[in-house]
């Protein structure tokens, strides 16, 4: 059986590959074997950023799904980056120690394949979705409506968590801030901005949800 071009058609052999190499990738990634050279657990970045982008191309040229006829491309988009900054809350919170403590060495490669494979993979997958939609009308006035709504009630989570650290900073006794490194503030600023975006895009997902179930 001869496959056709991955890039000019659609195959589910190419899909499940796809799949595999960014399933392979993201072990490398998050659960490193031991006892592997670090050529092998190196490759696991590569992976994702391959598999990732052969199943995108997959995937645009695969027909439509029922959801992509019900859903709004902004609110694709939205469950998207919504999946996406989850992901980063998910790896910042698992090497938390390494925000607080600092980067460096093998721990800073580590974290930055986790991150880096993430952020390419997002990049690819929304690259090819709006190559996905050619001409059609990305956003309209609802989409405008639901993304500024949304986009307050992220900037009110992002304020309150900056509040917060600043009245803690602020109003505790010196004694008791010995924690309070700068890595240790850098750390919970990042988790802010992470935390803001979070509620944005639930924000987004959330009102349309309800608009389209009429409430």
């Not at 960014?22 to 490398?28: I, R």
């Not at 989850?86 to 698992?94: H, Y």
């Not at 600092?102 to 490669?109: D, Q, R, Y």
Request: glycine fraction near 12%; include cysteine.
């Amino acid at each position: 059986m001869v496959l056709p071009n991955p890039v000019k058609s659609s195959h589910s052999v190419w899909l499940l590959l796809g799949l595999a190499a960014l399933g392979a990738g993201l072990w490398l990634v998050f659960w490193p074997p031991s006892g592997y050279s670090m050529w092998i657990v190196g490759m696991g970045g590569p992976l994702v950023g391959c598999g990732s982008a052969l199943a995108a191309i997959q995937l645009s040229l695969w027909r439509k799904t029922g959801f992509e006829h019900a859903a709004a491309p902004a609110e694709i988009n939205a469950w998207i980056m919504l999946l996406f900054v989850g992901a980063l809350v998910a790896v910042s919170l698992g090497n938390a120690d390494l925000l607080a403590t600092g980067l460096s060495g093998h721990g800073a490669t580590h974290l930055g394949l986790k991150l880096g494979g993430l952020t390419l993979f997002y990049l690819i997958l929304a690259h090819l979705l709006r190559a996905r939609r050619g001409e059609a009308i990305l956003e309209d006035e609802r989409d405008l409506e639901i993304r500024m709504r949304a986009a307050a009630w992220g900037r009110g989570a992002l304020i309150f968590c900056i509040a917060g650290l600043m009245v803690m900073l602020g109003l505790s006794p010196a004694e008791k801030l010995r924690w309070a490194t700068t890595l240790v503030i850098a750390s919970q600023l990042w988790f802010s901005l992470l935390w803001g975006w979070l509620v944005e895009y639930i924000a987004v997902v959330f009102f349309y949800w309800r608009d389209r179930s009429g409430q």
